[in-house]
């Protein structure tokens, strides 16, 4: 399963959309953060959950706010499904999490080794930059890449099982279908909310006579 430094345009490639699907096919009440563009339109074409936070432009966040609810809800399973882009843009992540070690979060990289969104422009992983190596350096006690479907099976386990997981996934870069989740950004952050944590109670918020208008 695990591989030190992986071939650049592995022509064995798996398709992405399975493997999201078959990662998804296991959350059961598990907390889904995906990456921007092509990560978020694989969850969601997996099936809507409102325990999805679809990340829709923000870029390089998607592991620290993984990170972030993973601390917050230690008993569920965090997952974050983003891009090879994406993760590059927020490295620093990686070490955060790696001092942090989040047994309950897994970070799954869909590495097709472009930015597919913005015109399919190479990324540094296809030029040998290595992701899981550079997890596994700042410390990730699991830390895997995945280069033809016949290592899925082990690195499906290893997603599940103790973290901080990082699972550097090697998919086929032609873009599937876009199939776009709702963009109402507020929405999307409050329906996850009310999903995680029952429906928000309204206080009254309590304004002094003297800063009353
Ligand atoms: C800060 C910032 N810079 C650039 C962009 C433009 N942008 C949107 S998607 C994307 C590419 C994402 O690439 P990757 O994470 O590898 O996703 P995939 O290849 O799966 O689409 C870029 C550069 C952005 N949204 N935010
Ligand atoms: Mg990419």
């Not at 798996?14 to 694989?42: F, H, K, N, Q, S």
């Not at 989040?102 to 540094?124: F, K």
């Not at 329906?191 to 800063?211: E, Q, T, W, Y």
Request: charged share 15%.
């Amino acid at each position: 399963m695990a591989s030190a430094n992986p071939p650049s345009h592995s022509p064995a490639a798996m398709l992405r959309r399975p493997l999201v699907e078959a990662i998804l096919a296991r959350r059961a009440d598990a907390l889904v953060i995906t990456g921007l563009g092509t990560t978020c339109y694989d969850v969601f074409s997996a099936g809507d959950n409102p325990l999805n936070f679809y990340n829709w432009a923000g870029m390089g966040g998607a592991a620290m706010v993984a990170c972030g609810l993973a601390l917050a809800q230690p008993k569920r399973r965090v997952l974050c499904i983003t891009g090879d882009g994406e993760m590059l843009m927020g490295l620093g992540s990686l070490a955060t999490i790696a001092c942090e070690k989040p047994a309950n979060l897994s970070i799954v990289v869909m590495d097709n080794e472009h930015y597919v969104e913005t015109g399919m422009q190479g990324t540094h992983t296809g030029r040998g930059v290595d992701l899981a190596g550079i997890a596994r350096a700042a410390g990730f006690p699991v830390a895997g890449c995945v280069t033809a479907q016949d290592g899925f099976p082990a690195a499906l386990e290893a997603i599940y099982g103790p973290g901080p997981v990082f699972m550097n996934l090697k998919v086929d870069p032609a873009q599937p279908p876009m199939t776009l989740p709702m963009r109402d950004g507020p929405y999307i952050r409050s329906r996850f909310r009310d999903a995680l944590l029952g429906p928000a109670v309204a206080h009254p918020v309590m304004i002094p006579a003297s800063k009353q208008p």
